[in-house]
C-alpha cells in the first residue's frame, strides 16, 4: 500500500489542547535536507534555457517560503556533492553544506535566488565539479548535521536530487557503501527520499542502483514515478515530500473481538485565516508574554482559581472529579456494522471530515488488515459505521468510512491517497424541519435551459486551483518587505469568473435563459430606482386639508391639543395668527391656550 502525499494542515478548534500536547512530546519540528547533485550534467541547459540544477535551487526557494508561512520553525538546510571544493565538519571530498540545518528565512532566500539566476554561471569557478564523490559520504553529512542540531527534530527527511541514474558506475565498493549508509539512515529514521530528473528523449532506469537505497514503512513497495522533466511536476514531489505527514492522533480500530488494528487520524483541510499579531519588546524585539495571578489584599498570598471557589474539595479532587465525568471509555473507532454507500447522502454534513490510515509502527500487520477492510468495501460499494471515541475525555460520535481509491496521472505520481474519509453523522436533533415558502415554480423549458448553461460551463473543480486572494496578498506585501523588493510579485485573482470566457462557451444559451427567465427590459446588475418621495408642496397640501375638520378653540377648551402633532399646532397658529416665540410642542400648546383663555 502506497503511502500518501498530503501534509498535516491542522487541527479543529475542540482538539487545541491535545494539538499542544502533541507537540511538547515529539517536538513539533521536522528537519529537510536538500542533497543536490552539482556534476556538470546538471547545469547542461535545456531546451528552455534552464538547467536541472536552476530547477532545483527554484525548488529549494519555494520550499523555504513555503515553510516560512506554513510551519516556521521547521529546519532546512542544502548540500551539494560532486564539487571541487569541500566544505563540511568530517572534512570529505567533493561534499559543500551551502546552507547549514536551520530555521529559512529572507537572507537564506534571498541568496538561493542569486545561485538560481545569476551564480549557476560562476559555479564551476567557485565551487568547481568533480566525479570523485562518494554518495554515501554525502548521505554521512547529512546524518551528521541532524545529530548536530541545537534544537530537537521530530521528523528527518533528505531529499536527493539528481539526473545520473548509476552514480559510482564500475565501482563496486563505493555502490556497496552508499547501500549500506542508506540501510543505516532508515534505521536510525532518516528517511530518503530520490527527486529524479531528465530531459526530453532521455531515460532514468531506478533499477540501476537508486532502488536498492530507497525504502518504506508498508509491507508493499510501489512502483517509483516516472522522472520529472518539467519544473511543475518537480514541485508538485517536493511538495508532497517536504513535511512529515503527523497523524492528529494514532488509535485502535476494532473489528471484533480480539481482532483490532491501528489507524492514523489526519486532519486534509482546515481553513487558513491571517496570522494574529504578536506583541514585541521595544527594546530587544523578543515576543512578550503575559502571566496574570490573583493576590489576597490582606496577605498578599496567591489566590486559587474561581472555578474552586465555591467547591468544597481540593484543586487536584476538582481536576480529577471533572476528568472522569468526561470520560466515556476507551478512544478507538469499533465496527458497528455497513451500508450501501447509497445511503450517505450529502446532507448529513455535520462538520469537516477527517481521513484515516495504517500505522504500522503501533501494530505490526495493520497494513495488511487496512488494506483487505479498503478492497472490500470498494468491491462491495459498502460503508461501514462506526463508533468514534476520538480520546478519552471526548463523547462518542457515529461516523461513516467512506472508502478511496488511490489515483496516480500519467507520470506515475500520487493523485489521490487511499484510505477511508471519517464522515460524522448527525444525530436526531440535528435535523431540523424548514418551512418552505410558496414560490413561483419554473418551468420545463426553463428547467432544460438552466442545465444546458450548467453543461457548457462545467470544469474539473480543484481546490487548489483557487487561492484565497485576501490571504496571497497580505503574504506577498510581507515578502516583499523581508526580501527588499520594490512591489510584491502581482497576483491574478481566479476567483472571480472569466467572463470572456464565459461568453466564449456560453454566451448564447445565457443569452436564451435570461429572454426565458426574466422580462424583457431586465438589466442584470442595474440599480433598482429609488421610490420618489413626497415634494414638500403636496405635504403641505395634505396638511392643509387635515386641518379642515378641526376646531382648534373646541380642542384647546377640551385640553385635547397634546394630541394633535406639531406640524399641524404650527399650521394652526399660523391660520388663527396666534403670537409665538417658542417652537416646542409644550410652548405652542402654551401659546394656544393663552390666545383663547384656557387655563
Not at 53 to 59: A, D, H, N, W
Not at 295 to 302: H, S
Not at 319 to 344: H, Q
Request: hydrophobic share 35%.
Amino acid at each position: 500500500m502506497a503511502d500518501f502525499g498530503f501534509a498535516r494542515f491542522g487541527d479543529d478548534e475542540e482538539d487545541d489542547e491535545e494539538e499542544t500536547e502533541f507537540q511538547f512530546r515529539y517536538g513539533g519540528r521536522d528537519g529537510l535536507i536538500f542533497l543536490i547533485d552539482c556534476s556538470k550534467k546538471m547545469f547542461d541547459p535545456d531546451a528552455g534555457d534552464e538547467s536541472h540544477f536552476q530547477l532545483c535551487m527554484k525548488c529549494v526557494m519555494t520550499t523555504m517560503q513555503n515553510k516560512i508561512i506554513g510551519s516556521d520553525k521547521d529546519h532546512v538546510g542544502v548540500v551539494f556533492f560532486g564539487t571541487e571544493k569541500s566544505e563540511n565538519p568530517s572534512d570529505f571530498k567533493h561534499i559543500y553544506i551551502y546552507q547549514t540545518l536551520d530555521q529559512p528565512g529572507a537572507e537564506r532566500i534571498l541568496d538561493l535566488e542569486e545561485m538560481q539566476e545569476k551564480g549557476y554561471k560562476k559555479f564551476g569557478t567557485k565551487y568547481g565539479h568533480s566525479p570523485d564523490y562518494s554518495l554515501s559520504e554525502a548521505l554521512w553529512t547529512c546524518a551528521t548535521m541532524f545529530s548536530n542540531s541545537a534544537k530537537a527534530i521530530n521528523s528527518k527527511r533528505i531529499l536527493l536530487f539528481t539526473n545520473n541514474d548509476n552514480p559510482h558506475v564500475g565501482n563496486k565498493q563505493l555502490q556497496r557503501q552508499a547501500r549500506t549508509k542508506a540501510a543505516d539512515l532508515n534505521e536510525t529514521g532518516i528517511e530518503l527520499e530520490l527527486m529524479h530528473l531528465q530531459k526530453p528523449g532521455e531515460q532514468f532506469d531506478i533499477t540501476k542502483f537508486y532502488k536498492d537505497l530507497l525504502f518504506t514503512d508498508d509491507d508493499e513497495l510501489t512502483e517509483l514515478a516516472d522522472p520529472a522533466e518539467k519544473l511543475e511536476e518537480l514541485l508538485t514531489r517536493v511538495r508532497t515530500k517536504d513535511h512529515k505527514k503527523r497523524a492528529l492522533r494514532k488509535i485502535p480500530f476494532s473489528l471484533g473481538e480480539d481482532l483490532n488494528f491501528s489507524v492514523g487520524v489526519y486532519n486534509l483541510v482546515r481553513s487558513c485565516p491571517k496570522p494574529s499579531g504578536v506583541r514585541l519588546s521595544r527594546s530587544t524585539n523578543e515576543e512578550l508574554k503575559s502571566h496574570s495571578k490573583t493576590y489576597l489584599v490582606e496577605t498578599g498570598e496567591t489566590c486559587w482559581n474561581e472555578k474552586y471557589t465555591f467547591c468544597f474539595m481540593t484543586p487536584l479532587e476538582y481536576d480529577n472529579a471533572v476528568t472522569e465525568i468526561k470520560r466515556f471509555g476507551k478512544s478507538g473507532l469499533t465496527l458497528m456494522g455497513f451500508k450501501p454507500r447509497s445511503k450517505i447522502k450529502k446532507h448529513y454534513h455535520v462538520r469537516p471530515a477527517s481521513f484515516i490510515y495504517p500505522d504500522e509502527n503501533t501494530i505490526a500487520g495493520s497494513t495488511t488488515l487496512f488494506t483487505a477492510l479498503l478492497k472490500k468495501c470498494l468491491d462491495r460499494d459498502v460503508v461501514p459505521i462506526c463508533k468514534f471515541t476520538p480520546n478519552k475525555n471526548s463523547p462518542p460520535k457515529f461516523v461513516a468510512l467512506i472508502p478511496q481509491k488511490e489515483e496516480i496521472d500519467e507520470h506515475n505520481v500520487q493523485v489521490t491517497p487511499p484510505g477511508f474519509h471519517l464522515i460524522f453523522l448527525p444525530f436526531a436533533d440535528d435535523f431540523r424541519k424548514v418551512k418552505i415558502e410558496d414560490v413561483p415554480r419554473a418551468t420545463t423549458e426553463q428547467i432544460d435551459k438552466a442545465k444546458e448553461v450548467v453543461k457548457k460551463l462545467a470544469f474539473n473543480f480543484s481546490s487548489e486551483s483557487f487561492e484565497n486572494p485576501v490571504l496571497q496578498k497580505h503574504w506577498r506585501n510581507i515578502e516583499a518587505l523581508a526580501l527588499d523588493q520594490d512591489e510584491p510579485e502581482e497576483m491574478i485573482d481566479y476567483t472571480l469568473p472569466n467572463e470572456t470566457k464565459m461568453a466564449k462557451r456560453a454566451g448564447k444559451s445565457i443569452d436564451e435563459f435570461k429572454d426565458l427567465v426574466f422580462p424583457a427590459d431586465y438589466v442584470p446588475g442595474a440599480k433598482k430606482r429609488a421610490v420618489p418621495s413626497e415634494s414638500a408642496a403636496a405635504k403641505k397640501a395634505k396638511l392643509a386639508e387635515s386641518m379642515v375638520d378641526i376646531d382648534i378653540k373646541a380642542e384647546a377648551q377640551a385640553g385635547r391639543l397634546g394630541k394633535l402633532t406639531v406640524a399641524v399646532l404650527k399650521e394652526a397658529i399660523k391660520k388663527e395668527k396666534i403670537p409665538s416665540t417658542g417652537s416646542k410642542k409644550a410652548d405652542l400648546i402654551d401659546a394656544i391656550n393663552k390666545y383663547f383663555g384656557v387655563a
